[in-house]
């Protein structure tokens, strides 16, 4: 079992960073120029209300806690050797925009990370579900461990953003499973992958091409529908 990043501590302390962002969004008149990714970045969008904000916080735990159990029962299964302990977190302090990653902590524990800006983006709990599986398939498939050193060098959270396209896609084939065995539907979550802005140029540089993307969670999810009948 698990010790679940969604305690009752933790909800709260949830809704609070929430509604603090949104009390601290800058309008995009304010912002300091070449910087689009603040702690809010809903791309120039009246500020989220706290019943929104509130919203995001509960669709963020419903599917966090759904997601967590599959994918480390699968995780078990495909990769019994490794750390399969997963603990689900929003970042609310890296400067990366909209984004989500996987990455260790000291004790090697595997972390799933969705920042503040993302979970801004995302319209419903599929999206949140398909962003977590699909990180927490690059542990399982040891995407981490796999890279490139000269991608190593650029440090844990960024590293884990520029995998290879091969290594997105096949986060993307794992992550339809996991997404869709927690009882989401992965068609529908993958969408919020095609809204997300490059601000930066570089950070999603390296994925693949949507369609060749789409391609691949549509043949997997048909698979796994196939099989479930
Ligand atoms: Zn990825």
Redesign the pocket.
Known sequence: MTAKALRPRSFIALIAVLLLAACAAPSRDTAPTGRVTTGVSHQGAAPLSPADMSLRAQGFIYAASQVEPVAERICRERAPQRNCDFQIVIDDQSDIGPN???TLDRSGRPIVAITLPLLFMVANSDEIAFVLA??A??HIEG?LERRSQSVAQLGEILG??V?SKE??LQ??AL?TLIAAEAGFDPLRGSALFFRIPDPAGRILSS?PANAERLDVIRRTYANYMARRS
Request: negative net charge; glycine residues 6%.
């Open positions: 989500a990653y996987q699909h990180e398939a690059h995407h884990s953003m995998y290594f997105e986060a993307d992550g994925h």
